[in-house]
């Protein structure tokens, strides 16, 4: 598994998160399993200039063809060592088009989502959802109907372990999972995201739930994407498969910027429609969690929620454009009234952050890419291949997934 390029590879990702410290709530680093030795020693060093850090990501660029690694590999290594540098660029002052920097970090080139895409939401939203009153106001109402009464809100730890339970055992149909493989669950914890989950190496993960979420509707989607056969479910099964097994150790680490990401995404935003067939969710959610909480499942409103989940999909583009209009220098009050008309919000979320504001991008493109493949006829088993083989954004444009 040792191998000093290697070595170094995480050393740059490392040193990359420990300037993004000191600018940024956010970390560069999602996970990290790797030697133990290698943060201490970036941990107890100076920190490394990022024009320095510039140069050796040129260098491992320019060593990666002597180490021999399989094509496939070094194509991988390749796109995330671009998207260390564009990184280590930015932290060195430089500045890139929306479109070159999205392209450089995440592989894949957005553009300008057309309006009509969102249009088409809207109307999908009004034609599912019945009642009189603004969309924003039947839309409310509908989603009240699925709200953990507040006085059950000690309740919601047990639900989310009841949910968990479900969702890991249709995961086990899927995919095999190692056997010492756990989720450690915090519920009720200040976050701005609806939940996290921080991969901690050896099978583990803790989750974090944020303490204002409580609709349970909701709830399996959520911890689909976050655990059962979502992100927990990928990292484990990367972890064995090419960290273990084939000694992969560039898997010991995850940037959040990065091709790898976009990827992760579109695993976690697809998760649930793989061990749940449309409609098969609320059917689960009326029989093992709505009564527990005295929800009566037949004085909810029935409406199409496949066209509800189709335009909740279509608008994820919404906030790739508000980015590309914060880039052009657009009024910050035109950018809210535009969020505003298609998200009955205006909650700017990572677009707040100059470092991670081209995050959004992998909720819909990595959704996107990752689904054109599950239309497929042999959809489970290129599920199964997402969640443990190493793959960049750029190959699935291609005709058929590569091989190694």
Same mark, same amino acid.
């Given at each position: 598994?040792?191998?000093?390029?290697?070595?170094?590879?995480?050393?740059?990702?490392?040193?990359?998160?420990?300037?993004?410290?000191?600018?940024?709530?956010?970390?560069?680093?999602?996970?990290?399993? +790797?030697?133990?030795?290698?943060?201490?020693?970036?941990?107890?060093?100076?920190?490394?200039?990022?024009?320095?850090?510039?140069?050796?990501?040129?260098?491992?660029?320019?060593?990666?063809?002597? #180490? *021999?690694?399989?094509?496939?590999?070094?194509?991988?290594?390749?796109?995330?060592?671009?998207?260390?540098?564009?990184?280590?660029?930015?932290?060195? +002052?430089?500045?890139?088009?929306?479109?070159?920097?999205? %392209?450089?970090?995440?592989?894949?080139?957005?553009?300008?989502?057309?309006?009509?895409? $969102?249009?088409?939401?809207?109307?999908?939203?009004?034609?599912?959802?019945?009642?009189?009153?603004?969309?924003?106001?039947?839309?409310?109402?509908?989603?009240?109907?699925?709200?953990?009464?507040?006085?059950?809100?000690?309740?919601?730890?047990?639900?989310?372990?009841?949910? $968990?339970?479900?969702? =890991?055992?249709?995961?086990?149909?899927?995919?095999?999972?190692?056997?010492?493989?756990?989720?450690?669950?915090?519920?009720?914890?200040?976050?701005?995201?609806?939940?996290?989950?921080?991969?901690?190496?050896?099978? =583990?993960?803790?989750? %974090?739930?944020?303490?204002?979420?409580?609709?349970?509707?909701?709830?399996?989607?959520?911890?689909? &994407?976050?655990?059962?056969?979502? &992100? &927990?479910?990928?990292?484990?099964?990367?972890?064995?498969?090419?960290?273990?097994?084939?000694?992969?150790?560039?898997?010991?680490?995850?940037?959040?910027?990065?091709?790898?990401?976009?990827?992760?995404?579109?695993?976690?935003?697809?998760? *649930?429609?793989?061990?749940?067939?449309?409609?098969?969710?609320? #059917?689960?959610?009326?029989?093992?969690?709505?009564?527990?909480?005295?929800?009566?499942?037949?004085?909810?409103? #029935?409406?199409?929620?496949?066209?509800?989940?189709?335009?909740?999909?279509?608008?994820?583009?919404?906030?790739?454009?508000?980015?590309?209009?914060?880039?052009? *220098?657009?009024?910050?009050? %035109?950018?809210?009234?535009?969020?505003?008309?298609?998200?009955?919000?205006?909650?700017?979320?990572?677009?707040?952050?100059?470092?991670?504001?081209?995050?959004?991008?992998?909720?819909?493109?990595?959704?996107?890419?990752?689904?054109?493949?599950?239309?497929?006829?042999?959809?489970?088993?290129? $599920?199964?291949? $997402?969640?443990?083989?190493?793959?960049?954004?750029?190959?699935?444009?291609?005709?058929?997934?590569?091989?190694?």
């Amino acid at each position: 598994m040792y191998n000093s390029w290697l070595e170094d590879y995480m050393l740059l990702a490392l040193r990359i998160d420990k300037l993004l410290r000191g600018l940024s709530d956010m970390p560069y680093i999602d996970y990290y399993y +790797g030697p133990a030795g290698l943060k201490q020693r970036v941990e107890a060093e100076t920190e490394v200039p990022a024009g320095e850090l510039v140069e050796n990501a040129l260098a491992l660029a320019a060593a990666l063809p002597e #180490q *021999g690694f399989e094509a496939r590999r070094s194509r991988y290594l390749h796109k995330h060592i671009r998207a260390m540098e564009t990184m280590s660029r930015k932290l060195n +002052g430089e500045r890139f088009s929306l479109e070159d920097e999205v %392209e450089r970090c995440f592989d894949i080139r957005p553009s300008w989502i057309l309006e009509e895409q $969102f249009e088409e939401a809207l109307a999908l939203y009004n034609e599912a959802l019945p009642g009189k009153g603004t969309l924003a106001r039947r839309l409310f109402e509908w989603r009240r109907q699925y709200q953990l009464p507040w006085q059950k809100l000690d309740m919601l730890p047990q639900l989310v372990e009841r949910v $968990f339970a479900g969702v =890991r055992n249709r995961t086990k149909r899927l995919v095999e999972l190692p056997p010492e493989e756990t989720i450690e669950v915090r519920v009720n914890v200040e976050t701005d995201m609806g939940a996290a989950c921080w991969y901690k190496g050896g099978y =583990r993960s803790e989750i %974090e739930i944020s303490n204002a979420f409580s609709n349970l509707r909701s709830l399996p989607d959520l911890l689909c &994407h976050e655990g059962y056969p979502g &992100h &927990h479910t990928e990292y484990v099964l990367k972890e064995r498969h090419l960290y273990r097994q084939r000694g992969y150790m560039e898997q010991a680490i995850g940037m959040i910027i990065s091709p790898q990401a976009m990827i992760s995404e579109g695993i976690a935003n697809n998760a *649930g429609e793989m061990i749940f067939a449309p409609g098969e969710m609320d #059917q689960w959610l009326a029989e093992y969690i709505y009564p527990a909480v005295g929800i009566e499942v037949n004085k909810i409103t #029935q409406v199409d929620t496949i066209k509800l989940n189709r335009a909740r999909d279509l608008l994820e583009g919404v906030r790739c454009n508000a980015l590309f209009m914060m880039r052009e *220098g657009r009024p910050e009050d %035109e950018i809210m009234d535009y969020m505003a008309k298609y998200l009955q919000g205006t909650n700017l979320g990572l677009l707040d952050d100059s470092w991670h504001e081209c995050y959004v991008f992998t909720y819909y493109y990595g959704r996107q890419l990752v689904r054109s493949w599950l239309q497929k006829e042999d959809r489970e088993a290129i $599920f199964r291949r $997402f969640l443990v083989e190493e793959m960049s954004p750029s190959d699935l444009l291609q005709p058929e997934l590569p091989e190694d």
